[in-house]
């Protein structure tokens, strides 16, 4: 045989090869309860082969994050918050030594004594000192006047975010070798790396040596290339890192293990003998899921997914016995019906209303773009001929400081802001005859009485806008009305 043919035989082994693995990420909650992750994900009954041809993506540790940036929800200031309105001041330093702190209790709660711990400790000392130093002659350089730190900002915050993924990745794989298992760190961050990378680049260079039948990858959920993913997608690049493994290395399957279950409704909400188990869905209603903040998964990734016709499985950590929900396109509904109720209770009415907005166009330009600099999310949006009204989920600050800008560029317009709460109910296919009807009789036989009502023409959600004291009420009596009280077989693909 050629040396052209052994090749071509070679890749097509490889190639078969990988499609039989798994590209799974482990969420930050679940990582750092770390008996569970070993017993029901990363080993469990598994021994010799079954061991590998898997790669796993993790989050950084539950509360990390939010140390070095900012909290997801309240907006405390973490270490960036701090390191961007400083100046000069240290408060971000001692922000950035209370992380070190954290990062290294979590390794002597994993780790306890040992070598291990040593070693686990050794890491993120040197990691947090390097991203210091380099802060430190950040503001140096910025203090002469000629570099401005807003131009910079951005890659700061990469940079810190990047932290957390290297630490509970070099754990996790750490952790599995003291067990005997071939695990390797697969360091995405490109630390020390002076160039910057595509991302489809920076996923090869570090996969391309990789025998996925022999060694499990513990991959980091950041990667530094030049997408900046903290900057395009926020807290959801660890999804968008997943996808893209996946992708690039044709994996048979993506699998997100949570901290529950995919279900009709939230069941310390509803009832757990009332809600029930998603086990089939496709994308479009993951997107919407997305959009409410329940995170099946990050658009961005399901787009990726998607494209390359890679499904998508979401497991309860907890429960590594049950299939979980499987999404994917050609997941077709047996017959119309809702398969989930689900809400954010916290978000933002801001009305934006101006008499002589009739027939001029830039307003809805302007309001977007100041929510696009303050990163405040838009979750659904409604107008007429003068106002626009934007349901946001973000801190007050932030929205406050949407208003500030607004006011300032539009002094005539009548700007004002309250908290409501927004309830989706959500199907592959809503077209049922009377269901919009059915679910505003029921809210107003359970007495509530909308804010506002979305029913769009694609047919996959219906959105009510109520009072935040009517949040809970909400979310059963639409739960009940629209799945509870519908016979089993209009569910059956969901059930």
């Not at 079954?50 to 309240?74: M, P, Q």
């Not at 509803?270 to 086990?279: A, H, M, Q």
């Not at 016995?321 to 978000?347: H, N, R, W, Y």
């Not at 219906?462 to 009940?480: E, F, K, P």
Request: some cysteine; hydrophobic content about 40%.
């Amino acid at each position: 045989m050629t040396a052209k043919g052994k090749s071509s035989t070679k890749s097509v082994q490889q190639d078969t090869q990988q499609r039989r693995h798994t590209v799974e990420k482990l969420g930050g909650t679940s990582i750092r309860q770390t008996d569970a992750m070993l017993n029901n994900v990363l080993i469990g009954n598994r021994t010799g082969e079954d061991l590998y041809n898997r790669i796993f993506v993790v989050s950084a540790y539950a509360g990390i994050t939010d140390a070095l940036l900012e909290h997801k929800k309240t907006g405390e200031s973490g270490v960036y918050a701090l390191y961007a309105d400083s100046g000069s001041d240290w408060a971000w330093g001692d922000s950035l030594g209370a992380a070190r702190t954290l990062m290294l209790d979590i390794n002597e709660e994993i780790f306890g004594n040992g070598a291990a711990r040593r070693t686990a400790d050794a890491f993120v000392k040197e990691r947090v000192d390097g991203v210091r130093d380099s802060l430190i002659d950040l503001q140096r350089l910025c203090a002469s006047g000629h570099f401005r730190l807003q131009d910079h900002l951005d890659t700061v915050r990469e940079m810190l975010a990047s932290l957390g993924e290297a630490h509970s990745a070099h754990n996790t794989a750490l952790l599995l070798r003291e067990k005997g298992i071939a695990a390797r760190f697969a360091d995405l961050t490109g630390w020390r790396v002076q160039d910057l990378p595509s991302f489809d680049a920076a996923i090869d260079d570090v996969f391309d040596t990789i025998d996925l039948s022999r060694e499990l990858p513990i991959a980091t959920g950041y990667c530094r290339c030049d997408a900046e993913l903290v900057k395009s997608y926020d807290r959801g690049y660890t999804e968008v890192t997943m996808s893209r493994i996946a992708v690039r290395t044709k994996a048979a399957e993506a699998i997100i293990h949570k901290e529950f279950h995919l279900s009709s409704a939230d069941p310390k909400l509803v009832g757990e003998d009332k809600v029930r188990p998603i086990r089939e869905t496709n994308y479009d209603v993951a997107d919407q899921l997305s959009n409410i903040g329940m995170e099946a998964i990050h658009p961005s990734a399901a787009k990726g997914l998607r494209q390359n016709g890679i499904p998508l499985r979401v497991k309860n950590t907890f429960e590594p016995d049950q299939p979980g929900a499987l999404i994917q396109d050609s997941q077709e509904p047996a017959e119309p019906g809702v398969e989930i109720v689900a809400g954010l209770k916290t978000v933002y009415a801001f009305e934006f209303y101006e008499p002589d907005m009739v027939g001029v166009k830039g307003y809805d330009a302007a309001i977007l773009n100041s929510l696009k600099r303050h990163r405040v999310y838009i979750v659904a949006k409604s107008s007429n001929a003068n106002t626009i009204t934007h349901f946001l989920q973000g801190s007050p600050k932030l929205v406050r400081r949407v208003e500030r800008d607004l006011a300032a560029e539009f002094p005539t317009a009548r700007i004002t802001s309250r908290t409501v709460s927004v309830i989706t109910a959500i199907g592959r296919d809503l077209r049922v005859p009377g269901l919009a009807a059915r679910a505003l009789m029921a809210l107003s036989d359970a007495g509530v009485e909308p804010l506002g009502f979305n029913d769009l023409m694609r047919k996959v959600d219906l959105q009510v806008i109520v009072d935040q004291a009517d949040y809970d009420t909400t979310i059963r009596t639409l739960h009940a009305a629209l799945v509870e009280q519908v016979e089993k077989p209009a569910m059956s693909s969901a059930a």
